[in-house]
């Protein structure tokens, strides 16, 4: 892909983000900063290309093998502590 | 290729939702282009570029992260937004894994293994009170992560099918370098405001002389090896602008006090985003560039909402020091005021003859952890018919909407918590308005005194309840800013001076008597 479509998508996504964002209740803050910091651990993408290449430059290699550790703690540690956190708000009992 | 997401949130689905329409079609979508994915397909050779299905399967995990953040806009709705996101994100990390020549699966394997159980254990173990810090402390491992894809792309460019030759395009050395100079700022910040959080590091300010003409020429200097780093791609111009974004991050936060943390929590959110996104650029991913843009508006609409919330400017937090002065010279005169002490029993007679009653929690409940005997109270005097409210302030707490995260572990329904604008106008008919834990967000002083440093700070209106109990460990400590509350001398005020659990304590076992 192009600079340009890149680029696009990445500004369309600011706008798609600023909407979604703003609809987000603020009693769910704290959950939307887990789960923001789970998803920006997508990162892992860069981290396991790294990681899959050969040994042929060791340095590389383990640097995306740490970097795949260190996103994967956030991944699942940010999901598992959002969804512990989201089961319990709960509506009254009626 | 043997699995299909659609599944997992096509049965989320099926809960009833009024958007249950779109909810529906999207993963839907998701899984019919992963079942595109086709191992022949799959086989695309690599040198071609990434096949087609992977785009569009980054593409896919994008849409279902940005609806693990629509999923937010309701309790009801939340816990399947977040399903969405880890759907998106086994998406991305199976199309990367499927479309590359991976040349052993054990070390990834083990890699992924390791993180996540311990990412797991922590996610489990962690006490809510806590989650200030581990959210900082998660920041700085995506910051770190940021830099470590970006070396490891500069080191390898070929893996990452940026570079022709041995050289590295422009185009991508700039968002290489950008995205391992905002990654480590994430980072070495991120630690900072953890250890401030945390209690590891003192929260009061430590302002450097000539701080702010040090972090911009700083920031200069790596926006022009940046742009330097176009012509010459040595090693030692990626390695001192990753250096030297360590060093800003760190300058940037310590002069910036414990009071302000809730913003650079948020803040450092952002920047975690932006690092994502700068590495998405690098690589071509639309997974990476739509969750950076997303989780970085996010961090900056946060930071908003919190320095709108103080009625500071962004600015002014970023360049710290708020707290560093104990200034207002006028609250050492004012504070041999008479004031009313009260007890448990007085709180528990008034409470249990009131009509409404709005509780006001702030960070000193959570400190006290009196969360639960907070909601044991307010549970038996809504057995008595008294209508109990809670007021929540936005920077209430250490980090956006630290406090219904409490109150929802204390299994207070989240539909008898309020926001600041919804609940103001009610003190008027409260009987009684009961703080706990709370100081700055009710000192009249926002709204009257110009001198103060929280003027114009949106506060409640508790003044105008009937009665205002006050629970406070002593008359000596001011709330975070550093100010004098005029509601301690009020006439209708009684000021319950103990540990905000002890108190609660006391109050339900007055009130079962």
Redesign the interface.
């Known amino acids: 892909m192009d600079f340009i479509s890149i680029l696009s998508i990445f500004v369309l996504a600011c706008f798609v983000g600023y909407y979604v964002v703003w609809s987000v209740t603020p009693a769910l803050h704290t959950p939307l900063m887990a789960v923001t910091n789970a998803i920006s651990s997508v990162i892992i993408v860069g981290a396991l290309i790294a990681a899959a290449t050969t040994w042929d430059t060791p340095a590389a290699k383990w640097l995306g093998l740490v970097g795949v550790v260190l996103a994967s703690v956030n991944i699942f540690g940010g999901f598992a502590v959002t969804e512990r956190m989201l089961a319990m708000y709960k509506k009254k009992e009626r | 290729m043997n699995f299909s997401p659609s599944v997992i949130p096509a049965k989320a689905g099926i809960q009833n939702d009024k958007r249950s329409a779109l909810w529906r079609w999207i993963p839907a979508f998701a899984g019919m282009t992963m079942l595109a994915a086709t191992p022949a397909n799959a086989a695309t050779d690599q040198a071609a570029g990434t096949p087609a299905w992977a785009?569009i399967a980054y593409l896919a995990?994008?849409v279902l992260?940005?609806l693990?953040?629509?999923g937010?806009?309701?309790?009801?709705s939340?816990?399947r937004?977040?399903r969405f996101?880890?759907v998106?994100?086994l998406i991305?990390?199976v199309t990367?894994?499927v479309t590359?020549?991976?040349?052993s699966l054990p070390?990834?394997a083990g890699?992924?293994?390791?993180?996540?159980?311990?990412?797991?254990i922590?996610?489990?173990r962690?006490a809510?009170t806590d989650?200030p810090q581990?959210?900082a402390a998660?920041?700085s491992?995506?910051g770190?992560?940021?830099v470590?894809?970006a070396?490891?792309?500069f080191?390898?460019p070929g893996?990452?099918g940026i570079a022709e030759g041995g050289v590295i395009n422009p185009?991508s050395r700039v968002e290489m370098g950008l995205g391992s100079a905002i990654g480590a700022i994430t980072f070495s910040g991120s630690v900072i405001a953890f250890l401030k959080l945390s209690g590891k590091m003192s929260g009061a300010p430590i302002i450097l002389p000539l701080r702010h003409f040090i972090n911009l020429g700083t920031i200069a200097v790596i926006l022009g090896l940046c742009g330097y780093f176009t012509i010459d791609q040595s090693p030692w111009v990626f390695w001192t602008i990753t250096a030297l974004a360590f060093v800003v991050g760190f300058l940037l936060i310590i002069p910036i006090g414990g009071a302000d943390m809730p913003v650079v929590?948020?803040m450092l959110?952002s920047y975690?985003?932006w690092?994502?996104?700068a590495?998405?650029?690098?690589?071509?991913?639309?997974?990476?560039?739509?969750?950076?843009?997303?989780?970085?508006?996010?961090?900056a609409?946060?930071s908003y909402?919190m320095c709108r919330a103080m009625n500071r400017s962004f600015i002014s937090v970023i360049a710290g020091g708020f707290g560093a002065d104990d200034s207002s010279g006028g609250a050492a005169a004012k504070t041999d005021r008479p004031w009313k002490a009260g007890s448990a029993d007085d709180a528990a007679f008034m409470m249990s003859n009131a009509e409404n009653v709005i509780i006001i929690p702030g960070y000193g409940m959570a400190v006290a952890q009196a969360q639960h005997a907070l909601r044991e109270m307010s549970d038996i005097l809504k057995e008595q018919g008294v209508n109990v409210k809670y007021a929540?302030h936005?920077v209430a707490g250490r980090?956006?909407?630290?406090m219904?995260?409490l109150l929802?572990?204390a299994?207070v329904?989240?539909?008898?918590?309020f926001?600041l604008e919804d609940i103001n106008s009610d003190f008027a008919q409260a009987d009684v308005a009961f703080i706990i834990g709370a100081n700055d967000v009710v000192n009249p002083a926002a709204k009257t005194d110009k001198s103060s440093p929280i003027y114009g700070m949106p506060v409640f209106d508790v003044d105008k309840a009937k009665t205002i109990f006050f629970i406070k460990r002593s008359m000596g400590g001011v709330g975070y800013a550093g100010v004098d509350n005029d509601v301690f001398y009020m006439d209708q005020t009684m000021m319950l001076l103990s540990d905000a659990k002890k108190m609660c304590e006391e109050i339900v076992k007055s009130l079962q008597h």
Do not use: K, Q, W
């Not at chain 2, 937010?72 to 009801?76: D, E, G, H, K, N």
């Open positions: 785009l995990s994008g992260f940005i693990a953040l629509r937010l806009s309701s309790p009801a939340s816990r937004g977040n996101g880890m998106g994100m991305a990390v990367t894994l590359h020549d991976i040349a070390e990834i890699a992924i293994a390791i993180g996540g159980t311990v990412g797991f922590i996610a489990r962690i809510m989650m581990l959210v998660f920041h491992l995506v770190m992560a940021a470590l894809v070396a490891a792309a080191l390898n893996a990452f185009v929590v948020s959110n975690s985003g690092a994502a996104a590495m998405g650029f690098t690589l071509s991913n639309t997974a990476m560039i739509i969750t950076g843009a997303l989780v970085g508006s996010s961090g609409i946060l909402i929540i936005p980090m956006p909407g630290h219904n995260v929802a572990e299994n329904p989240y539909d008898e918590v926001e």
